[in-house]
């Protein structure tokens, strides 16, 4: 009987940890929903409130006139999907051919490669920014997204991993049913590792979706900001911040990667189920 109670004991305790870690961790997105939803004049009231006293959605509507919200949405949609399909495509065939075709030097091409992630990204953004300068990129789509198209490390490892948990026995009778490597990597690889294809696809897309550094460098036409430069320029400058714009064009923003993250949820827990699993 006592350790039955142990075990309830310790099972509720494990419940009150998780519960509180997810509380902190979601802390900042409810508050800024609620003050999106909160009246104006109550984004400062003294005593603070957490919960508004009159649910509006007025800050959303007037977030969305203020800015032209549906270009930077189709800018960081087109932007998005053209560098994460890029990305995964690209590391999807890098990560096959350190995983699966043996060649001279693989392994110590693969740790050069690796190596790569310790070189601060700010540090090769300017010889980035003159080279677009150069071919006359500058302020265009080919700016946002030529430098990230072709994939980086981490994807590649990531994938590189999956692609080495397969069982070498498909991959030898591929070889002897006469299946080229280009074949093997489209029919029988790819089906096999969709779930880390598509845990990358999402890994990369809210990285591209939220990055803000590039672009703000390599754009200054209002058509062609994307929705965190846009959010930066418009509602928040040193004399004034509009502080119920900033949190509903927030809470805008991140309403897409809130979608797709509660429909790719599944994909996401079995593809880290089934790492490590040979």
Known sequence: MSLKRNKQIKRIITYAFCITGLLIALFPL???????????????????????????????AAAWNKASFGRYFLNSIF?????????????AMAAFAFARIPFKGRTLCFLCFLSSMMVPAIVIMIPQFIILRMFGWLDTYMALIIPSLFGNAFSVFFLRQFFMSIPDSLQDAAEIDGCGYIRMFLQIFVPLC??????????????????????????????????????????????????????????IAL????????????????????????
Request: aromatic share 16%; proline share 6%; glycine share 2%.
């Open 79 to 91: 932007v998005t999907a053209v560098v994460v399909c890029g990305q995964v495509f690209f590391s």
């Open 255 to 278: 309403l897409p990667l809130v979608i797709v993250f509660l429909f790719a949820r599944d994909y996401i827990i079995e593809s880290i189920a089934m790492t490590g699993f040979k």
């Open 194 to 251: 969709k779930h880390a294809l598509f845990t990358l696809v999402l890994i990369r897309a809210v990285a591209v979706w939220n990055d803000f550094l590039w672009p703000v460098i390599v754009t200054n036409r209002d058509e062609m900001r994307t929705v965190p430069v846009a959010i930066a320029t418009v509602f928040f400058n040193y004399r004034n911040v509009d502080w119920a714009g900033l949190a509903s064009a927030t809470c």
């Open 30 to 60: 409810i508050w800024i929903l609620l003050s999106a939803l909160k009246p104006s004049q109550e984004m400062f009231a003294y005593p603070p409130t957490i919960f508004p006293s009159r649910v509006t959605f007025e800050n959303f």
